[in-house]
């Protein structure tokens, strides 16, 4: 195994475990807080991602389109829980998946009457496109650099928001005890409404970041809500910290066991038989560890307290 | 309640009879397109029928159906694929009956596995994980080029099967109209049955159900066996229907639509899946051809604005979604809900 | 006489609180134990680890001999012990009968039973309505469930509990919220059912509890702290410091 390869893949999953964090940040706070399992939430990480990249092209500036995007997905967010989520929150999760299955067809739909079928290449300035040589072999991207400081300053931003602010101290309250915030005489409809926008900021700047890197494209979230929700099933959901670990965590996996599975089963199989079985149990690596974790721990890694 | 009852005896009389008579219309006046729709809208009414056991009577909301109806179709097109270009020598086989057996037990054997981790969860768990096995699935046959990865694989021959030649239209549409009509017949005996009481009561109250002295558990991962087999033939007829196989068909979004036929047709009824898989052709059918027709007049103002051609052949998704939205808030207990009149 | 229930050395707290806390108590074959104490005394957490669905931080519970403590809920009703629930636990969405005939049919080996009608077999639904006769409610069987009054869905959790035949009944607050026409009938079909099961009794209904108990256990912050006949939990003074000096 080549070390230079070992830390450009370590990297790489933290890079990977911060976005999917973003993602299921969002996601583990609407369903903590507002118990709604919004299948949607994918679609705006995409939304983010195109509204990012036509802000980029126009101005030439992706950090002053992230600027603008920012606030256009949490509005994306604000205006999708006015119209369709909060008439959900009192009706059975089967609903919410049904009518959140709708709103991913209009809103995939919608991109693509916008924005086309293909996908959208994000430019980077100069800046970011370099390299960092660390030592002789071993030579990061910087903009991945970038990607994992953003996702940690996020994430701890988050983390004084939940924990150290009064908003914080409603959020975690009304995650455990919705009707005790009500009487207080909080609220709750903005604050739901506050969270539900910030879960789609949380999820749109995750899309703004990966989109210089893989594109905009239709479908983009579809492949990471899965992903997200493997990642609250492993850490609770609920849990932030559960969000995080398990975020960290499935990240690193994913990528490391794409990378060196087939090395990894070389040192007990023919080359070939691994070369041939590697793809496929790394394809499904993530959803074995899900597995294993639920059989030990049916409620994930991190049980909110109260439930 | 009896007339309720009396109204949907009448429904599912017409609708199975239009079902039985049309194609055979339909191929008198050289019109295989609607034979070929009847097919796919009996096909899915299969599937739709096993997953309304588990999810309908059941309770448990099963967000990776097409899983199932993936793997069945692949238990068709592997076997057939080997048969053709060799290799595999165990599986190799153009043999309609060994494909179904195929089908029916790995899908079955997949359900027991999956659904003995998923079903130690609740709520909205169950859901996500059911998702995510599915998700696995599709990944899992993405990454085998053997079997074209994510382009999927042409089905060269058909199921060769005892007496019929599935190549014919009829012959394929009327073996999957009696295998949908054995379907329900099995569903309705098995809800109907203690099993099917225990399963239902289960939904109701599970933790009564426990106390009673019910291991829920087991009903319910038997019932989503049955379900998950079930399914598992279904594809094995999808693959013949469409001569095709990809790992699209256990997309999430398939998952979605057959969870769409069971609501919107009415959980927990006899018809309601098919109705539920004939609203979903028509939809599908009905609104790509309102689109066709609107393409002409929209076409150059968009052409105009966005400097490209309109494609509208997938456009039909967005008022798809806004129906779907629709009717989960405003309307209640599905189709059938509408025809037994009232609430239910 | 024999002891069907032993339990010993029981605890269980929930963050920090105790709501079970080191409760030692011995429940004899057909007695009619009562369990008494002030809300939040944790009577219900203490059923809810007999009949399984909580499980203990420590200590054991016997039921004819037998250590059951690690047992599963669904095993431990089939041993022979029901419980009913203070708040209505039934399936609503289904009749009266099929309500019953499924306590009745849990008695069989197994229900992985395909392809009789359940509704058909006239054993099942014959003894059902036997139960439901017994409880009185024989005319309501065919009602969908959830159209029933509170009243009635109390008598349909002692139709469930009656139909299971388990020798040990742990009743939960089964006269709750019923009106004192109600109570009195229920006070009189419970004296009726005495000597021929044992019953383990948790209420609040005092009258109910000095006129049908064999013995009674006081449970004040989830410690057991007298237990006795009737008479000598009235002149108890602990007890009437604790708890009943306080109604």
């Given at each position: 195994m080549?070390?230079a390869?070992?830390?450009?893949q370590?990297?790489?999953?933290?890079q990977l475990?911060?976005?999917?964090?973003?993602?299921?940040?969002?996601l583990t706070?609407?369903?903590?807080?507002?118990?709604?399992v919004?299948?949607?939430h994918?679609?705006?990480?995409?939304?983010?991602?195109?509204?990012?990249?036509?802000?980029?092209i126009?101005?030439?500036?992706?950090l002053l389109?992230?600027?603008i995007?920012?606030?256009l997905?949490?509005?994306?967010?604000?205006?999708?829980e006015?119209?369709?989520?909060?008439?959900?929150?009192?009706?059975?999760?089967?609903?919410q998946?049904?009518?959140?299955?709708?709103?991913?067809?209009?809103?995939?739909?919608?991109?693509?009457?916008?924005w086309?079928p293909?996908?959208m290449?994000?430019?980077?300035?100069?800046?970011?496109?370099g390299?960092?040589?660390?030592?002789e072999d071993?030579?990061?991207?910087?903009?991945?650099?970038?990607?994992?400081?953003?996702?940690?300053?996020?994430?701890?931003?988050?983390?004084?928001?939940?924990?150290?602010?009064?908003?914080?101290?409603?959020?975690?309250?009304?995650?455990?005890?919705?009707?005790?915030?009500?009487?207080?005489?909080?609220?709750?409809?903005?604050?739901?409404?506050?969270?539900?926008?910030?879960?789609?900021?949380?999820?749109?700047?995750?899309g703004?970041l990966?989109s210089?890197?893989?594109?905009?494209?239709i479908?983009?979230g579809?492949n990471i809500?899965?992903?997200?929700?493997?990642v609250?099933?492993?850490?609770?959901?609920?849990?932030?910290?559960?969000?995080?670990?398990g975020?960290?965590?499935?990240?690193?996996?994913d990528?490391?066991?794409?990378s060196?599975?087939?090395?990894?089963?070389?040192?007990?199989?023919?080359?070939a038989?691994a070369?041939?079985?590697?793809?496929?149990?790394?394809?499904?690596?993530?959803y074995?560890?899900?597995?294993?974790?639920?059989?030990?721990?049916p409620?994930?890694?991190?049980?909110p307290?109260?439930? | 309640?009896?007339?309720?009852?009396?109204?949907s005896?009448?429904?599912?009389?017409?609708?199975?009879?239009l079902?039985?008579?049309?194609?055979a219309?339909?191929?008198?006046m050289?019109?295989?397109?609607?034979?070929?729709?009847a097919?796919?809208?009996v096909?899915?009414?299969?599937?739709?029928?096993?997953?309304n056991?588990?999810?309908?009577?059941?309770?448990?909301?099963?967000?990776g159906h097409?899983a199932?109806?993936?793997?069945?179709?692949?238990?068709?097109?592997?076997?057939?694929?080997?048969?053709?270009?060799?290799?595999?020598?165990?599986?190799a086989s153009?043999?309609?009956?060994?494909?179904?057996?195929?089908?029916?037990?790995?899908?079955?054997?997949?359900?027991?596995?999956?659904?003995a981790?998923?079903l130690r969860?609740?709520?909205?768990?169950?859901?996500?994980?059911?998702?995510?096995?599915?998700?696995?699935?599709?990944?899992?046959f993405?990454?085998?080029?053997?079997?074209?990865?994510?382009d999927?694989?042409?089905?060269?021959?058909?199921?060769?099967?005892?007496?019929?030649d599935?190549?014919?239209?009829?012959?394929?549409?009327?073996?999957a109209?009696?295998?949908?009509?054995?379907?329900?017949?099995?569903?309705?005996m098995?809800?109907?049955s203690r099993?099917?009481?225990v399963?239902?009561?289960?939904k109701?109250?599970?933790e009564?159900?426990?106390?009673m002295g019910y291991?829920?558990?087991?009903?319910?991962?038997?019932?989503?066996?049955?379900?998950?087999?079930?399914?598992g033939?279904?594809?094995a007829l999808?693959?013949?229907?469409?001569?095709?196989i990809?790992?699209?068909?256990?997309?999430?979004?398939?998952?979605?639509e057959?969870?769409?036929?069971?609501?919107?047709?009415?959980?927990?009824?006899?018809?309601?899946?098919?109705?539920?898989?004939?609203?979903?052709?028509?939809?599908?059918?009905?609104?790509?051809?309102?689109?066709?027709?609107?393409?002409?007049?929209?076409?150059?103002?968009?052409?105009?604005?966005?400097?490209?051609d309109?494609?509208f052949?997938?456009?039909?998704?967005?008022p798809?979604?806004l129906?779907?939205?629709?009717?989960?808030?405003?309307v209640?207990?599905?189709?059938?809900?509408l025809?037994?009149?009232?609430?239910? | 006489m024999?002891?069907?229930?032993?339990i010993?050395?029981?605890?269980?707290?929930?963050?920090?609180?105790?709501?079970?806390?080191?409760?030692?108590l011995?429940v004899?074959?057909?007695?009619?134990?009562?369990?008494?104490?002030?809300n939040?005394?944790?009577?219900?957490?203490l059923?809810?680890?007999l009949?399984?669905?909580?499980?203990?931080?420590?200590?054991t519970?016997?039921?004819?001999?037998?250590?059951?403590?690690?047992?599963p809920?669904?095993?431990?009703?089939?041993?022979?012990?029901?419980?009913?629930?203070?708040?209505?636990?039934?399936v609503?969405?289904?009749?009266?009968?099929?309500?019953i005939a499924?306590?009745?049919?849990?008695?069989?080996?197994?229900?992985?039973r395909?392809?009789?009608?359940?509704?058909?077999?006239?054993?099942l639904?014959?003894?059902?309505?036997?139960?439901l006769?017994?409880?009185?409610?024989?005319?309501?069987?065919?009602?969908?469930t959830?159209n029933?009054s509170?009243?009635e869905?109390?008598?349909?959790?002692?139709?469930?509990?009656l139909?299971s035949?388990?020798p040990?009944m742990?009743?939960?607050?089964?006269?709750?919220?019923?009106?004192?026409?109600?109570?009195a009938?229920?006070?009189?079909?419970l004296?009726?059912l005495?000597?021929?099961r044992?019953?383990?009794?948790?209420?609040?209904d005092?009258?109910a509890?000095?006129?049908?108990?064999?013995?009674?256990?006081v449970?004040?912050?989830?410690?057991?702290?007298?237990?006795?006949?009737?008479?000598s939990?009235?002149?108890?003074?602990?007890?009437?410091h604790?708890?009943?000096?306080?109604?």
């Amino acid at each position: 195994m080549d070390p230079a390869l070992l830390v450009l893949q370590t990297i790489n999953g933290l890079q990977l475990g911060l976005l999917l964090f973003l993602v299921a940040s969002g996601l583990t706070l609407v369903f903590g807080i507002l118990d709604f399992v919004n299948l949607a939430h994918g679609a705006l990480y995409m939304l983010g991602a195109f509204i990012c990249a036509s802000f980029t092209i126009a101005l030439d500036n992706f950090l002053l389109a992230i600027l603008i995007a920012l606030p256009l997905t949490a509005f994306a967010g604000f205006v999708i829980e006015r119209l369709v989520a909060r008439n959900l929150y009192q009706r059975d999760h089967l609903d919410q998946v049904l009518a959140t299955f709708g709103l991913i067809l209009v809103i995939d739909t919608c991109v693509h009457i916008f924005w086309g079928p293909a996908g959208m290449a994000v430019p980077l300035p100069d800046w970011m496109e370099g390299q960092v040589r660390i030592t002789e072999d071993i030579v990061l991207p910087t903009y991945r650099l970038l990607i994992i400081f953003t996702g940690l300053v996020t994430a701890a931003l988050l983390y004084w928001l939940v924990n150290r602010t009064r908003l914080g101290m409603l959020i975690r309250a009304g995650a455990s005890n919705r009707r005790m915030v009500g009487a207080l005489g909080i609220d709750i409809q903005t604050l739901f409404t506050f969270v539900f926008a910030l879960g789609a900021m949380l999820a749109g700047l995750a899309g703004m970041l990966i989109s210089p890197i893989t594109e905009a494209s239709i479908g983009m979230g579809n492949n990471i809500i899965i992903t997200a929700f493997v990642v609250i099933i492993v850490g609770g959901i609920g849990s932030m910290k559960g969000a995080f670990i398990g975020a960290m965590l499935i990240g690193l996996i994913d990528t490391l066991g794409r990378s060196f599975l087939d090395s990894i089963f070389a040192l007990f199989m023919s080359t070939a038989a691994a070369e041939t079985s590697a793809p496929a149990v790394s394809a499904m690596l993530i959803y074995i560890i899900m597995a294993v974790v639920l059989v030990l721990r049916p409620q994930g890694l991190f049980p909110p307290k109260v439930r | 309640m009896t007339q309720g009852l009396s109204r949907s005896t009448v429904a599912t009389v017409i609708l199975l009879g239009l079902l039985a008579v049309l194609p055979a219309v339909f191929m008198a006046m050289d019109n295989e397109y609607y034979v070929g729709l009847a097919t796919r809208l009996v096909i899915l009414g299969i599937a739709a029928t096993s997953l309304n056991l588990i999810l309908g009577y059941g309770g448990l909301i099963s967000f990776g159906h097409a899983a199932f109806v993936g793997i069945g179709a692949y238990a068709v097109g592997i076997p057939v694929h080997h048969s053709l270009f060799g290799g595999f020598q165990i599986v190799a086989s153009n043999n309609g009956l060994f494909h179904v057996a195929l089908a029916v037990v790995i899908s079955a054997l997949f359900a027991l596995i999956t659904g003995a981790i998923c079903l130690r969860t609740k709520g909205v768990y169950f859901i996500m994980i059911t998702m995510a096995f599915a998700q696995m699935v599709y990944y899992l046959f993405i990454s085998i080029d053997t079997y074209g990865a994510d382009d999927g694989l042409v089905i060269y021959q058909v199921s060769q099967v005892p007496l019929i030649d599935l190549s014919e239209p009829l012959h394929l549409y009327y073996l999957a109209f009696a295998s949908l009509v054995a379907a329900i017949l099995l569903v309705r005996m098995i809800v109907n049955s203690r099993f099917g009481m225990v399963l239902q009561g289960a939904k109701g109250n599970p933790e009564r159900m426990v106390t009673m002295g019910y291991n829920v558990y087991r009903y319910r991962l038997v019932a989503y066996v049955i379900s998950g087999a079930m399914a598992g033939y279904s594809g094995a007829l999808l693959a013949n229907y469409e001569g095709f196989i990809s790992p699209d068909m256990m997309d999430w979004a398939q998952s979605g639509e057959f969870m769409f036929m069971v609501i919107l047709g009415g959980v927990a009824t006899t018809l309601g899946p098919i109705l539920g898989s004939t609203l979903f052709t028509v939809l599908e059918e009905g609104l790509q051809i309102v689109m066709d027709w609107m393409e002409p007049a929209v076409e150059p103002a968009y052409v105009a604005l966005f400097g490209r051609d309109l494609e509208f052949e997938v456009y039909w998704h967005l008022p798809f979604g806004l129906i779907l939205i629709f009717a989960v808030l405003f309307v209640r207990g599905g189709i059938m809900g509408l025809i037994r009149g009232g609430k239910d | 006489m024999a002891n069907i229930l032993e339990i010993d050395g029981l605890m269980k707290s929930f963050g920090g609180i105790k709501a079970t806390d080191n409760v030692n108590l011995a429940v004899e074959e057909n007695e009619l134990h009562a369990i008494i104490g002030p809300n939040g005394a944790g009577k219900t957490t203490l059923i809810a680890q007999l009949s399984g669905q909580q499980m203990p931080d420590a200590g054991t519970i016997r039921f004819r001999g037998r250590d059951i403590t690690q047992v599963p809920a669904h095993a431990r009703a089939r041993l022979g012990m029901t419980r009913s629930y203070q708040i209505t636990s039934l399936v609503m969405g289904m009749s009266v009968l099929d309500n019953i005939a499924l306590a009745v049919q849990a008695k069989d080996a197994h229900s992985f039973r395909f392809i009789r009608s359940a509704r058909k077999i006239a054993s099942l639904r014959d003894e059902a309505r036997r139960y439901l006769a017994e409880v009185g409610l024989a005319d309501r069987a065919d009602a969908p469930t959830v159209n029933l009054s509170h009243g009635e869905h109390r008598l349909m959790e002692i139709a469930i509990a009656l139909a299971s035949e388990a020798p040990l009944m742990l009743l939960d607050e089964p006269m709750a919220g019923l009106g004192p026409e109600e109570s009195a009938q229920m006070v009189a079909f419970l004296k009726g059912l005495k000597g021929k099961r044992t019953i383990l009794l948790i209420e609040h209904d005092m009258d109910a509890v000095f006129a049908l108990a064999d013995r009674i256990s006081v449970l004040v912050y989830g410690h057991i702290i007298a237990t006795g006949d009737p008479a000598s939990i009235r002149g108890n003074d602990d007890v009437r410091h604790a708890y009943l000096g306080e109604e």
